[in-house]
């Protein structure tokens, strides 16, 4: 098939620029590619250097993939996602999840912005993906490659229970107050309207975004452990007369987060791999 070979290519690619035998990776979503510069002994690899892959054009994500040590442990994060609503495929939007399955990756922890639709989440709240909705095309259509994972993928445990355990306990241990619920991936790029808001809490979603869902799907296709985590960076259940959501304010919420962010995933790594 085009596309594994396209992976494998990439991967090959990537071989000779990683270092340490990274077996978790990260995808930092807007403003959250702040985590990328606690990352030591970083080598940055720009996506325009990667075989295949296509250019992250959206406010907050820097496009580059760094392999180097969080927390003493070798690691890939991509700093910076690609989204549907940028114009790519679904395949070109999860691709980067293939090539780094191919490099020996067997962990995801997923990150992005999210607007909030639970009436008890705030602007900077952290919230644990326990589950998603998936309001995107689903990024499986097509044609499957058995060799990539089954024709039907199981996906009534897409978030590992084990590492949404762990987090609980690091932010416990750590005095963090996390949310925990579900993400709904639309397509964007427009954000939603307050009645779309309403409809989706009413469908039981607790926040809401435009990426991440595909990615999860073809990682736990590829047979990944899955983590994922929100920061709320608007709020979507009331509207003043003068509200408007603003790219800008998400990324500032977002980057406010970072410092939370990275001690928490940091730890989690480092559990993951004692």
Request: glycine share 10%; proline share 5%.
């Amino acid at each position: 098939m085009e596309q594994d070979k396209a992976s494998r290519e990439a991967a090959a690619y990537l071989s000779t620029r990683i270092v340490g035998n990274p077996q978790t990776a990260l995808i930092l979503g807007s403003g959250l590619g702040l985590v990328a510069d606690h990352i030591e002994d970083a080598v940055v690899i720009p996506y325009r250097d990667i075989p295949h892959f296509v250019h992250s054009t959206a406010a907050g994500h820097k496009g580059n993939l760094i392999c180097g040590r969080l927390a003493g442990i070798p690691v890939l994060a991509m700093q910076g996602r690609f989204h549907y609503y940028e114009g790519y495929t679904m395949q070109q939007v999860t691709f980067p999840i293939r090539v780094m399955k191919q490099t020996g990756i067997r962990n995801l922890l997923v990150s992005n912005a999210a607007g909030g639709i639970n009436p008890t989440f705030k602007v900077g709240n952290l919230m644990i993906i326990a589950d998603h909705i998936n309001m995107m095309p689903n990024p499986l259509i097509g044609s499957n490659d058995e060799t990539a994972g089954p024709r039907f993928p199981d996906m009534t445990r897409a978030y590992d229970r084990e590492l949404i355990r762990l987090m609980e306990d690091i932010a416990s241990e750590q005095h963090i107050s996390l949310k925990k619920g579900v993400y709904v991936g639309l397509t964007g790029p427009s954000y939603e309207t307050p009645a779309e808001y309403a409809f989706y809490g009413r469908a039981g979603a607790d926040a809401v975004g435009m990426s991440t869902v595909p990615e999860v799907i073809v990682a736990r296709h590829a047979g990944l452990r899955v983590f994922g985590m929100s920061v709320i960076t608007n709020e979507g259940y009331h509207f003043a007369d003068n509200f408007v959501n603003d790219a800008a304010d998400v990324i500032r919420a977002a980057n406010a987060a970072a410092t939370q962010m990275t001690l928490l995933f940091s730890e989690l790594i480092h559990r993951i791999h004692s």
